[in-house]
């Protein structure tokens, strides 16, 4: 199980990678994990009596990441920071929405990539995957997807004072998820459903972690 | 539930210009005069009257500028115009007043000779003649390059040989414009354009096709049988025939996601009536409407800014097509599990909504585009 309460100020990501997932040290190697000072600077735009623009951003690149699960949290945990500063409180539960979006939509973007990545680089019957055309449209119509979901956060995050809301965030960005994963493995193959590929992580955290 | 989908959403911020508010209520306003009435009924419109009414309300060329015939107001209005047009309950009127000012008037403005913004522009924004686009050939639909339709120099004009199909509004229009391939020219600038006038020898129209919905926009085939046009009709420079067509295709699609998306919203908007708000189907819906409405707004956007909105312009074309099916059949399927509403109204509907995702580029169109555009 999981664990998704996380102290920012203590945050040690490689070790709660490693509390979370030991069986994937190997697979970790080389990846980028956001340190405790990234986080910490997170914690800082908190401090800024600016509305938070930046922060919405740094999450998103935050979300770039593999981590969907541990990247949440720590977006949890940066509205409860944020609910704990009073002049923002107007603006409060908004501001949380989209700070969850934002690592989901960081997340699907990461997936698009990797999914990418995969099939331009994996060759079959002699031409690269990507060459098929029912990949090609599949990808293609996951990023008119992408496309949408960003461009509904951005809009979202350009007008502050208006209503975002949870459900309408989720019921977008979770089937998202889900679909670019669930491609992303069946893309990669039997690699991908082996432990140490990102796709069977991905898998593992979104479908059946 | 209506109060959250007609409720705050956020406006984008080239909507923000100073009496926005003034002129939706006023294209609402006149749209609910001369469009809302021609929708209802069975007969065929008059598109010279409703666009002359149009013109009297200065809505019929929001886009163009004051010395072409038009309002001056910019795209930004166009854009509300193209938007509001969703809301008329015929796809045909949208498709047919889309065609006439957001398809062919563009391309007179951006590549017309001085005489011909007066003799072709002028009178298309005063009602006075019905511009058709001819494109399609019975080989050569989606893959519009490798259309047959040729025009060689013949004199101090052109013989164009060929035959264009399924074009809307050929069996009423003044005038068609048609693209044609020049023999001794390279692709992808080997083809050419042209405004040809109805009456012009060698000009044939076919019978006008039945079809599934869009009553108020017919379609029929065009025959050119050696057809003579003087060079005074030909718009733009020869070879960038296609070149300057696929540009416009991509801003067409943005005006017509805009009116996808408003057709998606009148049908979700009647269907929230007959349903509980927690409907699961209902709320993807919405929040699939809320996605691709914030999409097209974007894609717009950066057509204002001159940035870059190919992807954009084909993603919004294909999530506000594939929309305005689903939200249409959802309301349908809802109007006849509990014998509410106007089912016969809403079967028009998705009958006309279809057809977002066949022309100006079908679905599959749009997913090669953006796999083009992105470089996989
Ligand atoms: C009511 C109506 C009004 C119209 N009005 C006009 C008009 O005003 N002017 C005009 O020029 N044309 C008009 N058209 C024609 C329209 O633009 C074409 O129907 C459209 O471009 C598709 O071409 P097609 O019918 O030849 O289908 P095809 O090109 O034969 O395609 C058939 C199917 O195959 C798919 N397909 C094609 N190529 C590929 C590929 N490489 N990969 C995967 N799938 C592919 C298509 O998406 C489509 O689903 C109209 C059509 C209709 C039905």
Redesign the interface.
Known sequence: MINTSVDLMTLDVRHWLKSNWPDHPQWMQGKEIPEKAVLQSFIAEFAKPSIKDQLHHHLRALGRTPFLQLNRAIAVACCAANAKSKEFVHIQSNQSVLMIAAVDLGFAEYVFTEL?AE??QRQTFGVPL?RNQHV??T???L???L???E??W???V??PE??A?L???Q??GLPLIHKLVDQYLQFAGGRGYLKGHGAEFAFRQVVVG | MNQFLLGDHPTPAFWKFEGAEQLRAHINKTFDRFLMPAAKTTTQCNYHQLIAALRSEQLSGLRYAKEKGGTGAGLAAQAMFAESLGRIPSGGIGMALTIHLDMVAPFIDQYGAPEQIERFLMPALRGEILLSHAVSEPGAGSDVTNLATTATRDGSGWRICGHKTMISLASLADVHFVIARLADYRAPFNMVNFLIPKDTPGLRLGNVWPALGNAQCPVSDIFFDDLWIGDDCRLGMPGMGMINQLQQFAQERILSSLRANQVAYQCLARAAQWTYTADQQLQTLIAEWQASRALTYKAMQHWLANGEYLSLSSSSKLISSRLARSASLFALDLARQHSKGDVNSLQTCVADARLFSISTGSDEMMLKSIAATEKY
Request: charged fraction near 25%; avoid cysteine.
């Open positions: 990418l099939v331009r990507v090609e449209f990808l293609a119509e990023q008119a997807k496309f949408a979901f461009a509904l951005e809009l979202a350009e007008n208006l209503p809301n459900e309408l965030f019921s977008l």
